[in-house]
């Protein structure tokens, strides 16, 4: 082992990142002399807190090329999702009842959706072929005249596969449906215009850009369409009353100086992350039967989810103690269900149970990589060597072919 690595080793950026120092030092002055509240208007301490949020919201905005007042503030992408999925719902009750939406979706989608179907909406959800990507013909064929939200994720949280946007906001636009995007993985890591995509709500979070916890936004336009939500939360209005309660000023400093961060180092970031998920998906594709799952061409950068055959995915993760990956996402990583997303592109029980997600970000090295590969390789052969069917796979025997007999 390279003495000069730290373990345990993280690989695991899509699920959070580590607060960049330089977000931290921003927000340092508003959790301690600037403690103000951003709705008090009456005295200089609400008036050097809500100065701070504008300029947090500015650097957001500017990032998918909305307008800052199309920025509400949450605590989270999981409250953006339902805002915006409720809001709509909600609001547009009279016009329509139906939604689209996609089986590999995060849950903070599913859930909200299988809610708003037990109070009344009709919920459809579209399949994915193979790569992880939805068709655009399909969600054609699936429009109604009552369809009033289309909900696509920009790029999942456990492939990194990204999904036609622009496509499906130009059909969405072209048919007088609302279009919204989960686009939390995808912000800050590659380039997003609202206007040209043709997206009508898209949530966003700062936890996955190297900024706190708990502060998430919703992107909502203004024009062509004025784009209107039942708030969820109610109280003082804030927010342009689609969210009410008192901001999390520290939060949203942090979460503006780490969109203005991931903004400016977007080209050089992208290259390096793309570079060395690369490098490390070459060292792992020397594995026999390792199999990458979803579109290598549409795919962020940093985001590698591959399968081992015949290696048992929890005994795998047991073995890669020092290092920290996930086998789907945090969200439902206490379970021992095979992630529902690979299942859905077509992935058998077996393969999805032995995938791995590794999210490589900002701080990541290419010793760390290699060091990596090295172990995922020498657990993967000594799992295999534990295991009657990659004996026989060595014998050359089709395991498809074998009627295996109940004893």
């Not at 949203?252 to 977007?266: D, H, K, N």
């Not at 026999?288 to 962020?300: C, F, K, V, Y």
Request: net charge negative; glycine share 8%; with cysteine.
């Amino acid at each position: 082992m390279n003495m000069s690595i730290k373990t345990p080793i993280y690989l695991d950026y899509a699920a959070t990142t580590p607060i960049d120092q330089r977000v931290l030092d921003k927000m340092m002055p508003y959790l301690t002399s600037h403690y103000g509240n951003a709705a008090s208007r009456t005295h200089a301490y609400g008036w050097a807190a809500e100065e701070a949020v504008e300029g947090a919201r500015v650097e957001i905005a500017k990032t998918i090329n909305a307008d800052s007042k199309e920025i509400t503030f949450t605590s989270g992408a999981t409250e953006s999702n339902n805002l915006a999925l409720k809001g709509v719902a909600e609001y547009l009750r009279e016009q329509g009842k139906h939604i689209i939406s996609v089986v590999t979706e995060h849950k903070a989608i599913i859930d909200t959706c299988k809610h708003l179907e037990r109070n009344g909406c009709d919920v459809t959800m579209l399949p994915v072929n193979a790569e992880g990507l939805v068709s655009i013909e399909q969600l054609a064929a699936a429009m109604r005249d009552d369809t009033i939200l289309v909900s696509v994720m920009f790029a999942n949280n456990e492939t990194g596969v990204i999904q036609p946007i622009a496509e499906i906001g130009a059909l969405c636009h072209e048919r007088g449906v609302l279009f919204h995007t989960d686009g939390v993985q995808a912000f800050g890591k590659v380039p997003i215009d609202v206007k040209k995509m043709n997206i009508d709500l898209m949530s966003i979070s700062a936890h996955k850009i190297y900024g706190p916890k708990g502060v998430g936004g919703l992107y909502v336009r203004r024009r062509r369409p004025r784009v209107r939500l039942s708030p969820q939360i109610h109280g003082g209005g804030h927010e342009r009353g689609n969210r009410s309660g008192t901001l999390n000023v520290p939060g949203i400093v942090g979460f503006g100086e780490a969109a203005r961060l991931a903004r400016e180092a977007m080209p050089a970031e992208s290259a390096r992350t793309f570079a060395l998920r690369e490098h490390l998906r070459q060292r792992l594709s020397e594995i026999p039967h390792a199999i990458l799952n979803g579109s290598l061409e549409h795919r962020l950068p940093g985001t590698l989810n591959m399968s081992f055959a015949y290696v048992e995915g929890e005994s795998l993760l047991m073995g890669l103690k020092d290092i920290a990956v996930s086998s789907g996402s945090a969200c439902t990583s206490a379970s021992l269900e095979p992630s529902y997303v690979l299942r859905a592109m077509g992935l058998d029980d077996e393969l999805a149970h032995s995938s791995l997600r590794m999210t490589i970000g900002r701080f990541t090295t290419r010793d760390e990589l290699d060091y990596v590969a090295d172990q995922i390789k020498f657990h993967v052969e000594r799992l295999r060597e534990m295991s009657p069917l990659w004996e026989m796979v060595q014998e050359g025997i089709d395991l498809s072919s074998i009627e295996w007999t109940p004893h």
